[in-house]
């Protein structure tokens, strides 16, 4: 979903992908940003019932690191761990460390299907900002 207040959109970026991702908050920018990554991946019809999952705690050494090791612990458990990682609960979000549970449900579950394989988030030219109007905005590049 994308709102002026959040949301993430799909850039053109030759052969491989890459993603502008944008919040109010840092906890918004990861929710968004996991979003993202499951939406691009993934085609469903229908929303199974969102379910507890697996926590996960990110440290990370400043806030562009920690995004991509975010995005790239969301992807990695939707494609080894069949996860899709719909509503995360963060306990703790800071400039270097996020501590979440990871709540969505089993592909297994669902008439979830892949359609992009994200093989890795890069750390080509990424992009971190925060604007005057406090907005988080994020461009990431994925490799397809």
Request: hydrophobic share 40%; proline share 6%.
């Amino acid at each position: 979903m994308t709102t002026p207040q959040g949301g993430w959109r799909e850039l053109g970026w030759g052969s491989d992908a890459a993603f502008l991702i944008w919040g109010m908050t840092l906890p918004e920018l990861l929710h968004h940003g996991a979003r993202a990554v499951v939406e691009f991946s993934t085609a469903a019809s229908g929303e199974p019932e969102s379910r507890p999952g697996p926590s996960v705690e990110i440290h990370a050494p400043d806030t562009i690191e920690l995004f991509i090791d975010w995005l790239s612990e969301v992807n990695y458990r939707l494609q080894v761990d069949r996860w899709v990682t719909w509503e995360p609960l963060f306990s703790a979000v800071s400039d270097n460390l996020a501590v979440a549970r990871l709540d969505g449900y089993a592909m297994a579950d669902s008439s979830t299907t892949f359609v992009h394989e994200i093989k890795a988030i890069t750390r080509h030219r990424p992009l971190l900002r925060r604007g005057t109007n406090g907005m988080w905005v994020s461009r990431v590049t994925l490799d397809l």
